[in-house]
C-alpha cells in the first residue's frame, strides 16, 4: 500500500507551475519534463546528469522514445541540455518568455476562410476519386515513421555502445554487494542501486573495472549486517574511496614515468660512458704509438739535446706528458 508522507516533496515556483499549466505539452514530453523537475528541483539543484536509461526506468518508455520527447521539449525550450559524451545534463528553462508552445488552430478560425459544406464535398469527392490513395499513404507514413525510429535507435545505441550491458552488469554486481555484506536482500533499484550507478558513471579513464571493485568492496565491506544502510553515508564513503584510488593511479603512474624516465637517463650515461672510453681507448693508442717513435728518436739522436732538455723529456716520458716531449722533440726531428 502506496503511503506518501506531507514532508517529502518537490519545490516548484507557483509563477513556474501556472506557466507549465497553460501550454499544452505531449503526453510522453510531460512524463520527462516531471521526470527533469524531479531530479533537479527535488534535490534542491537547478540542474542533473541523467542518463537515458533513467529515463526510461523512470517513465516505463524505451530508451527511443524518450529520446524524441527530450527533443520535443527541446524544441518548445521548455529545458536546456548540455550534452557529453557519456551522460548529459538536463535543467529546466525558468524563462517562460523564451518557450516556444505548440500553435493550435481552433474551429472558430477554419470555419471563418472555409465553409462547411465545401469541406465536406471536398472529402467526399476526393474519398470517391481515390480511394486507395488514402490507405496508401497511410501505410507509407507509417512504414516511413517506423523505419524512422529504428534507425534512430540503432544510432542511439551504436552512441552508447556497450554502456547499458555494462551499466547492467554492475547493478547486479552492486545487488550481490548489498545481500553479501548487509541485512537487505533485495535491494531497490531506485533508492540503492541508482545513486551508485550515478558515481559510477564518471569513473576516471585511469581506473579500470578491478580498482573500482576493489573499492566497491573496501566499503561494502565495513558494513554490519544486523544493521540498515545509511545511502548518503555510503554513496559519500564509495566516492571518496574511488577519488582516493584516482589519486594512487595517478601517482603510481607519475612514479613510473619518473622512474622510466631515470631510466633513460641511465642509459644515456652509460652510451656517453661507453663512447668516451673508446675515445680514452684510442687516444691512449695513439699516444703509445707517438711515445715509442719519440722514444725512438730520443735514443738515437741524444747528441742534438743540451742536459737541461734531456732531463726535460725523461722526466716528461715518466709522467706520459706527451705535450712536453712533442714540443722539444719536434723541433728536433723536422730540423733532422
Known sequence: MANPQADEFTRI???LLE??????????AMQILLVILRKTYGYNQKSDKISLTQFSELTNMK????????KKLENMNLIK????????????QKDYEQWKPITIFKDSILFDTIKKDTIKKDTENSIKKEPN????????SITFDTNKRKKESLKESKERGTSLTSQKNTSEELKNFFQRYSKISEPNQKTHINPILEILENIPPELTKNDITHCLNSVFSKLRKDKGVMMNFLVEN???SISAKHESVLLTQKQQRLKQAELEKLEIIQTNRKQL???AKKYRLQNAEKIIKYSEFFSKNKHLFSTMEKYEIESAFKNNSIMLVENILLSKMNSS
Open 13 to 15: 515556483s507557483n509563477e
Open 19 to 28: 506557466r507549465f499549466c497553460s501550454i499544452r505539452i505531449p503526453g510522453e
Open 63 to 70: 530508451s527511443f522514445n524518450c529520446s524524441r520527447a527530450i
Open 81 to 92: 541540455v548540455t550534452r557529453d559524451k557519456y551522460i548529459s545534463e538536463y535543467s529546466i
Open 133 to 140: 490513395s488514402i490507405t496508401f499513404d497511410t501505410e507509407s
Open 238 to 240: 564509495i566516492r571518496k
Open 277 to 279: 672510453t673508446e675515445e
